[in-house]
């Protein structure tokens, strides 16, 4: 059974930074493309980062481009998301995502979902 536990999530000032994490068990973490999606209230949920099996890939939706970084530790099993120059607008839920297939699919897609962790950022 395929788990994806997000962590790291938490209320911040407008300019803050959190570092969100994705601990995945029960699959072949190193050939997954991993990711992120939000959903803000009342919105729909929001592609925002994935990045490739080998980490080489790594697009972003334009609105975070320059302040969030996505990374992979393939040892750990476990993917960040590290949020700088945080603003009210990126308040949501943050969610991992997974997909054997390819960064595409993680993108449009995913084949899993974590449970989700909540960021708040106060103006």
């Known amino acids: 059974q395929v788990q994806l536990v997000e962590s790291g999530g938490g209320l911040v000032q407008t300019g803050g930074s959190l570092r969100l994490s994705c601990a995945a068990s029960g699959l072949t973490f190193s050939q997954n493309a991993m990711g992120w999606f939000r959903q803000a209230p009342g919105k729909e949920r929001d592609f925002v980062a994935a990045i490739s099996s080998g980490g080489e890939y790594t697009p972003y939706t334009d609105s975070v481009k320059g302040r969030f970084t996505i990374s992979r530790d393939n040892a750990k099993n476990t993917v960040y998301l590290q949020m700088n120059g945080l603003r009210p607008e990126d308040t949501a839920d943050y969610y991992c995502?997974?997909?054997?297939?390819?960064?595409?699919?993680?993108?449009?897609?995913?084949?899993?979902w974590g449970q989700g962790t909540q960021v708040t950022v106060s103006s």
């Open positions: 995502v997974a997909s054997r297939v390819s960064t595409s699919r993680v993108r449009t897609s995913p084949d899993y």
